[in-house]
Each structure stands twice: as structure tokens, then as C-alpha cells.
């Protein structure tokens, strides 16, 4: 079992940056790859960014590709996504997930956070 819990999230100004941090516990989590996804009210969860157990591949959505940037500490079992250039399209609910079998897909990934609330306005 993985215990995920996000935190960072907030209100930010159209332009504005946020970090966002999620702190796994439970299982030996720098054998585990992680992925960000988010969800809009009235929308689709979807795939935000990914990145592999080493930290040596990372993916992004082209939604989010030159803003957004996926790292991991595996020492403080810990993954961050840093969002620059937030617009208010960005706005969501960011969650936290790990252990894929596909990147990609959402129903793939075994454990999930709570989710935290990015809200950017214009």
C-alpha cells in the first residue's frame, strides 16, 4: 500500500507559479513511477505529467509541456510538480497518483491522493 498526500495548492494570478508536493509513505517509493493528473469541474479527469521511478524519464501532457515541470526526491519520498505560466485554464483539482502499468491512463495507476485545489484567475 501507498499513502499519498498533495499539498501546495491555492489561488494564483493568471501568469503566476505554484508548487505543488506530494508526500508518499507505505511502500519503498523510489521503485514506484508517479504522475500528476487534474480534473476541471464538468471535465474529464487527465494526464497532467508522469515520471519514471529514477526520475531519469518524465512526460507531459502538450497542454502543460514548457510550464510544468515533474521531479522526485526519492530520499524524502516526495514528488513535486512546479507550474509556471498558470492560466486559468489550469484550474482544477490536482491529484497525485502512483504505480502505473500505463503512463498515460489514469485507470491504470493503483493509488491516489485527496487531491488540492489550484485555482488561477484572470
Known amino acids: 500500500q501507498v499513502q499519498l498526500v498533495e499539498s501546495g495548492g491555492g489561488l494564483v494570478q493568471a501568469g503566476g507559479s505554484l508548487r505543488l508536493s506530494c508526500a508518499a509513505s507505505?511502500?519503498?517509493?523510489?521503485?514506484?513511477?508517479m504522475g500528476w493528473f487534474r480534473q476541471a469541474p464538468g471535465k474529464e479527469r487527465e494526464f497532467v505529467a508522469a515520471?519514471?521511478?529514477?526520475?531519469?524519464?518524465?512526460y507531459y501532457s502538450d497542454s502543460v509541456k514548457g510550464r510544468f515541470t515533474i521531479s522526485r526526491d526519492n530520499a524524502k519520498n516526495t514528488v513535486y510538480l512546479q507550474m509556471n505560466s498558470l492560466n486559468p485554464e489550469d484550474t482544477a483539482v490536482y491529484y497525485c497518483?502512483?504505480?502505473?502499468?500505463?503512463?498515460?491512463?489514469?485507470?491504470?495507476?493503483?493509488?491516489w491522493g485527496q487531491g488540492t485545489q489550484v485555482t488561477v484567475s484572470s
Open positions: 497518483a502512483a504505480d502505473p502499468t500505463s503512463t498515460f491512463d489514469s485507470g491504470t495507476y493503483h493509488y
Open positions: 515520471i519514471s521511478w529514477s526520475g531519469g524519464r518524465t
Open positions: 507505505g511502500r519503498t517509493f523510489s521503485n514506484i513511477a
